[in-house]
């Protein structure tokens, strides 16, 4: 577990070295109560002290207490002029290699004992002590092990209505989805997002954090929440803020700590300055974000809001660009355990992003999906032990009637999008009825890795479909 912490302060470090201005302000200022924030929240009582920050904290309390470890603001070299700042996009570097410690100091030589002298009689060994219970509950968590389902692959759309996607006959925009898709897995016909907006569905979707009023207006401007914020009983974050504070953990922290590998896969995005591909781009702190239309958005990428992901480099090395997947595809090795899979604000389906003439809207995304799917599809991981989930993680605004027509009466559920798991564990063509929402689909990848839950992921009337995709239910 050092080792992890080693590698993510490293990372930190390199992530640090390529920013400027701002961004570089961000990230320090974060570090700064990081490793202070993990340690206190396993030191504690609190709900926040969960298996997941406790072998965090143990882990950087040792790095700290073995050989006086400098923080990663200590431990970054002395800056060196730079040119006007050029890039906010964070991006991951090699990691800097630790210092080799000092040589120990030679050990006395043995004393030599005379030849006349007939050895002492061995003692008879000690009886072996009981460990204490100090001792038992120092020891670590033993590793979460996956079940037969050990590759997950999630790609979140925008939707425009659930019979835009799998209504029947015309009424459904999507073919693919809907027409080629459909038959081979499991629709979720009664899942519904929490929100309109993209962002809040993202954040719970990897973290189990409810909406706020920052996220549910897609966060304009990138805050932090207020210092005053401190988690409940049931790990929900008070307040309310775009970037969330380091104790806040998400999936990709339990992956990490558990042992598993995790990427998330972004169409377009980039460095806004050179249009080079990038890692993990995020406005600075207190910047307004504004995206090209059609383009990459941090509204698409959850995994940009969260100081446990952002402090010690985990967003630079694992939040990448999509042009990463095809390559991670070609061999199970290096395919990750858990694919965060998101297309650009055109080919997701939000409505108006897509150049006049192109496909728009559902048609635009799932023409993306028809790219895309066959791809993963074909992936021997997929092929092996996966599983791919096509939801939504938003919903378009009705579109206004054609002049002189009535507006059409709105759905019973607005929020009501679907969802379709495809796998060789899911019964092709079936259709389950049961509600489900974003904290259902974190509960059912976390149970799947045999993760313990959080957040609102762990409430009591959540719905999971682990047991069946592990074989534990008929349903």
């Not at 997701?348 to 150049?355: D, F, I, K, L, T």
């Not at 096509?390 to 206004?400: D, E, I, L, Q």
Request: hydrophobic fraction near 35%; proline fraction near 13%.
């Amino acid at each position: 577990m050092t080792g992890w912490v080693r590698t993510r302060i490293r990372a930190a470090i390199a992530a640090g070295a390529s920013l400027t201005g701002k961004r570089f302000g961000l990230l320090v200022a974060s570090s700064l109560v990081a490793t202070s924030g993990i340690v206190a929240a396993a030191a504690t009582n609190q709900p926040e002290a969960s298996p997941l920050a406790s072998i965090l904290g143990r882990s950087l309390a040792a790095e700290r207490t073995a050989a006086s470890t400098p923080t990663p603001l200590e431990a970054a070299p002395e800056p060196t002029p730079e040119p006007a700042e050029s890039s906010p996009a964070p991006v991951a570097h090699k990691s800097t290699p630790a210092p080799e410690p000092s040589a120990p100091a030679p050990a006395p030589e043995p004393v030599a004992v005379p030849e006349e002298t007939a050895p002492e009689p061995s003692p008879e060994p000690a009886a072996e002590e009981e460990p204490t219970k100090e001792a038992e509950q120092e020891a670590p968590p033993s590793k979460p092990e996956a079940g037969r389902i050990k590759h997950v692959f999630l790609i979140s759309l925008v939707s425009s209505g659930y019979q835009a996607a799998f209504g029947s006959g015309t009424a459904s925009q999507m073919p693919y989805l809907n027409g080629t898709l459909r038959p081979k897995g499991l629709l979720l016909s009664n899942y519904s997002v929490l929100s309109q907006a993209l962002l809040p569905n993202g954040v719970a979707t990897v973290s189990g954090q409810p909406p706020n009023k920052a996220t549910a207006a897609e966060c304009p401007v990138f805050t932090s929440f207020p210092p005053t914020s401190s988690l409940n009983k049931g790990g929900v974050i008070s307040g309310e803020g775009c970037v969330y504070p380091v104790e806040v953990f998400t999936f990709g922290d339990q992956l990490e700590v558990g042992g598993f590998s995790w990427r998330a896969y972004m169409e377009g995005m980039a460095n806004p300055t050179t249009g080079a591909p990038a890692n993990c781009v995020f406005p600075g702190a207190e910047e307004e974000e504004k995206p090209a239309t059609g383009g990459y958005s941090t509204r698409l990428n959850p995994f940009t809001h969260f100081h446990s992901l952002l402090d010690l480099g985990a967003c630079s090395t694992n939040d990448v660009p999509i042009t990463e997947l095809q390559k991670d595809l070609k061999s199970e090795a290096k395919t990750p355990s858990f694919s965060y899979i998101s297309p650009n604000l055109c080919s997701a389906g939000v409505a108006g992003q897509c150049p006049e003439g192109a496909p728009n809207g559902p048609a635009a995304a799932d023409a993306w999906l028809a790219q895309v799917v066959p791809e993963i599809l074909a992936s021997p991981a997929y092929k092996k032990d996966g599983l791919l989930i096509v939801t939504f993680g938003g919903v378009n605004p009705p579109a206004p009637p054609a002049a002189g027509q009535p507006a059409p009466a709105p759905p019973a559920n607005p929020l009501k999008t679907g969802a379709l798991l495809l796998s060789k564990f899911v019964t092709k063509g079936s259709t389950d009825a049961a509600p489900y929402d974003p904290y259902s689909l974190l509960r059912t990848d976390e149970e799947l890795f045999g993760i313990g839950q959080l957040a609102k992921a762990n409430g009591a009337k959540v719905k999971t479909l682990a047991p069946e995709l592990l074989g534990k239910s008929s349903g």
